[in-house]
């Protein structure tokens, strides 16, 4: 006899439902993708024409960099002492403990110090603007920047993105030079090195291809965290609870994206400064 | 001079599956005031946000002072917004800076006048709404009542021709609420064309020239004060009839 039950309609139909559950995903997936991409090229072409908003940049980079500081220098410092602590307990199996700055400085320029500088300022300032900007849309203060006659995308969003761009290379080198100095107290904690002889072995094997394109290439994560988190903040809805939405997804969104287009960095990077053999 | 400061064509606007308003057209002429009254969600602040160039139509056109808004670019829409003021519904200041630069914003942003006749003209406009003391306070510092003053004083900071008000008296006591009419009906009395956007039938007694009834997002009844209250349909009547502010 045939079961003709609800239940056992349901089960037929249950394939198809989780298959039409992942179609609609993906197309929200590759909505929010295409929506991002929109706005990061508008973005991208506004930022180089004027009006130039610089106050409102000069504000942002105050807001966005500076305030920051202390915990790029302090995470950088942690970072520093923890990092040469690893570089020390492998490298004296070899003998080769005056290798310890040049070891570290190279893991800190090259990777550590890029990476986590964007994934903190992807946690400080990527929740901080898609808050900011949620807050704006669902309280209608962006819409009240438009009937004043003000650009909103271009006040709001572009100018954030722009000291996002700016700053994440200052930060870099902040959180680079906070890692070595680090690296020095916890040397200086258990031999006798100098701070000139710690920074001399440091700087001994750092060449421009280690230096400049590992820290220039936080201004794409700085574009990332921008972008993310102002995009997810014009888009948000839901009043309070689209704002706290809004605010994680704009950290998770943009760590995300940070990690895999570091790969895609890290490849090229390779492929223009070959890492000298 | 233009025959209608704020022209609506033909004006149907949908969000998703939902018709919001339905082949909506009215039109204001220089110096006169329409208030736009109907019950919640029968797209009365939609109409309002139209003319400001918020939303665009889905089909039909806006004109502010003869021109096309719906064709403009954005360069062309912030030309034309400088002549409009617009009071939100939530007052919608920027809440990250005073009532003073709040009402200095668009005086910085489009003039280029000195810091001490921006701060003359703050002064003026936020007296002229009872706000006297409140330049330096934050947003988050005000009362309802005040926060919809202050915005009203930043809608008016450029002097504009048009001003667009949704529910001025909405949450407000009834005399804050007058307050605000005798504010809006000065600025009509100086020239301005008012479109406002409310519940308050005697608050649109006061200010309204014209009236016009939004029901299911079209026009239900428009004309006087005096011949909407003879209306042969029972729901403008009953409107008309009701005396709740908002």
Known sequence: MNDTSPAAGAGASAPFAWLAGLGAAALDALGWFGGFSLFGARALRDAVRPPFELAEIARQMFDIGWRSLPLIAASGFSVGIVLSMHTRASLERFGAEAMIPAGLAIALIRETGPLVTGLLISGRVGAGIGAELGAMRVTEQIDALEATAVDAFKYLAVTRIIACILALPLLTTVMNFAGILGGFVAEAAISDMSLQLYFDRAFLLIEFGDLIPATLKTMVFGFLIGTVSSYLGFETTGGTEGVGRTSTRSVVFSSILIIVVNVVLVRLIFFFFPPAG | ?246
Do not use: W, Y
């Open chain 2, 1 to 246: 001079m233009a025959d209608a400061a704020i022209r609506l064509d033909g004006v149907s606007k949908a969000f998703g599956t939902h018709h919001v308003l339905r082949d909506v057209s009215l039109a204001v002429p220089p110096g006169r005031a329409c208030c736009i009254l109907g019950r919640s969600g029968t797209g009365k602040s939609v109409t309002l946000k139209h003319v400001i160039g918020l939303i665009r139509p889905d089909a039909g056109r806006v004109f502010v002072q003869d021109e096309d808004i719906t064709s403009l670019d954005a360069r062309g829409l912030s030309r034309v917004r400088r002549g409009m003021g617009f009071l939100f519904q939530n007052a919608a200041l920027f809440d990250s800076i005073s009532v003073g630069e709040n009402v200095a914003f668009p005086l910085r942003r489009h003039t280029r006048l000195r810091e001490g006749e921006i701060q003359r003209r703050v002064r003026e406009k936020l007296a002229e709404v009872g706000l006297d003391e409140a330049a330096a306070k934050m947003p988050a510092e005000l009362s309802g009542g005040m926060r919809k003053r202050a915005g009203l004083a930043r809608a008016m900071a450029l002097d504009p021709s048009i001003l667009l008000v949704d529910e001025p008296s909405a949450g407000l006591d009834p005399i804050t609420s007058q307050e605000i009419d005798q504010l809006l009906l000065a600025r009509r009395q100086a020239g301005t064309t008012l479109l406002v956007v409310t519940h308050n039938i005697p608050s649109a007694r006061v200010l309204g020239d014209r009236l016009i009834v939004l029901h299911d997002g079209a026009i239900a009844a428009e004309g006087t004060a005096a011949e909407l209250e003879r209306s042969d349909q029972p729901l403008v009547r009953a409107f008309m009839q009701s005396t709740g502010g908002g």
